[in-house]
């Protein structure tokens, strides 16, 4: 989608706006490239990404599975997404599950602060009639982990983004290399 707008942009230039939503994902590598960010940028990606969705986004081993068995189990499941409805829709899709299995759906459509600040995890909680101590957040993004910790809720990282050891330094809680273990994790604590 950049490269509509003079903007050869690899791979890489993404990571560190990675989880930051999708405004600041588009316009940070904009700006590393001496463009400002223009909207049309975005619509362009997402023009691009739902075309592509079925064939270019990769599915987590055990994802589908793991909301699943939570949900049977009784946990009270919420969505917070620094991305757009419109990506978050297509990714759900790609993923095999509707927005019905969460009580709070929380996106960059509703105009939070971006992470790390905490308000999306905040405002998915109360959404979901849960308070931060209840919560958990599962994140693979270290604004991401920043921001569940900013939020007073226990964070459980997946190294699938960056490393175990720049996650714990963001202050994650626990770590984790494939998304099929939270369940494990949050089920094995007395409290919960």
Do not use: W
């Amino acid at each position: 989608a950049l490269s509509e707008f003079g903007i050869n942009a690899q791979t890489e230039d993404f990571l560190p706006f990675r989880g930051m939503g999708d405004d600041r994902y588009m316009g940070g590598v904009a700006e590393k490239y001496g463009l400002p960010y223009d909207a049309r940028m975005k619509e362009k990606g997402y023009e691009l990404f739902t075309k592509m969705a079925k064939e270019a986004v990769f599915v987590f081993e055990g994802a589908a599975q793991l909301l699943i068995r939570l949900k049977e189990k009784g946990a009270v499941l919420a969505l917070a997404s620094g991305a757009d409805k419109i990506k978050v829709d297509a990714n759900l899709d790609c993923l095999g599950v509707g927005n019905d299995i969460f009580s709070a759906v929380v996106t960059g459509s509703d105009k939070t602060p971006i992470k790390p600040n905490p308000d999306i995890f905040l405002l998915a909680a109360e959404r979901a009639g849960l308070l931060p101590r209840q919560c958990f957040v599962v994140e693979d993004a270290i604004s991401g982990v920043k921001a569940g910790k900013a939020a007073a809720m226990k964070v459980i990282a997946v190294t699938t983004s960056f490393s175990a050891d720049e996650l714990r330094a963001a202050g994650a809680d626990h770590i984790i290399d494939k998304v099929d273990k939270v369940y494990d994790i949050i089920y094995s604590r007395k409290e919960v």
